[in-house]
């Protein structure tokens, strides 16, 4: 009996050390590898949430699903929101264009475009106007080049 539930213990002590979550080191955007910066914690390898204040995600589509979902997601963050503004920014040498957003004080970022011939969306939060490339910093300085 004794071995038995020796045993049980021993299998219920490896299933959890099992489950524990694996440290992220590393983002992914589209084979360009960014490391995550000190003192952040990535969700996964395509997101980053509340890094010093900002987040970042990005997913990656086919030519025609990235415009039906780029146009829904501004429309559906357009209504109720009167602060869009065109931006434009380089990632990887590849330019990205989208729409920026002020409520109160958080800037929101969605940008479409190109890295690498691979459609995509970077969905950026930021307690930060980034409207020069002296604004970009921490991580957004790891993943984009220039801002215009």
Same mark, same amino acid.
Request: aromatic fraction near 14%; charged fraction near 20%; glycine fraction near 8%.
């Given at each position: 009996?004794?071995?038995?539930?020796?045993?049980v213990?021993? /299998?219920?002590? !490896?299933?959890f050390y099992?489950q524990e979550n694996?440290?992220?080191? /590393?983002?992914n955007?589209?084979g360009?590898?960014?490391q995550v910066?000190? =003192? @952040?914690?990535?969700?996964?390898?395509?997101?980053?949430?509340? @890094?010093n204040?900002?987040?970042?995600?990005?997913?990656?589509?086919?030519d025609?699903?990235l415009?039906?979902v /780029?146009?829904?997601t501004?429309d559906?963050?357009?209504s =109720?929101?009167?602060?869009?503004?065109? !931006? +434009? /920014? +380089?990632?990887?040498?590849?330019?990205?264009?989208?729409?920026k957003?002020?409520?109160?004080?958080?800037?929101q970022?969605?940008?479409?475009?190109?890295i690498?011939?691979q459609p995509?969306?970077?969905n950026i939060?930021s307690? &930060?106007?980034?409207s020069?490339?002296?604004?970009l &910093?921490g991580v957004?300085?790891? !993943?984009l080049?220039k801002? =215009?």
């Open positions: 009996m004794k071995s038995i539930f020796t045993l213990l021993l /299998f219920i002590t !490896v299933s099992g694996k440290r992220i080191s /590393f983002l955007l589209v360009n590898h960014i910066p000190r =003192g @952040c914690q990535a969700q996964s390898e395509y997101e980053l949430l509340a @890094c204040g900002t987040s970042i995600k990005w997913d990656y589509y086919s025609d699903m415009s039906e /780029f146009n829904a501004i559906a963050f357009s =109720g929101n009167s602060s869009k503004s065109e !931006v +434009t /920014f +380089t990632s990887f040498g590849s330019q990205l264009k989208g729409y957003f002020q409520s109160g004080n958080t800037y970022y969605f940008l479409k475009g190109k690498k011939d995509l969306m970077i939060g307690p &930060n106007d980034i020069v490339s002296e604004n &910093n957004l300085k790891l !993943v080049e801002v =215009g």
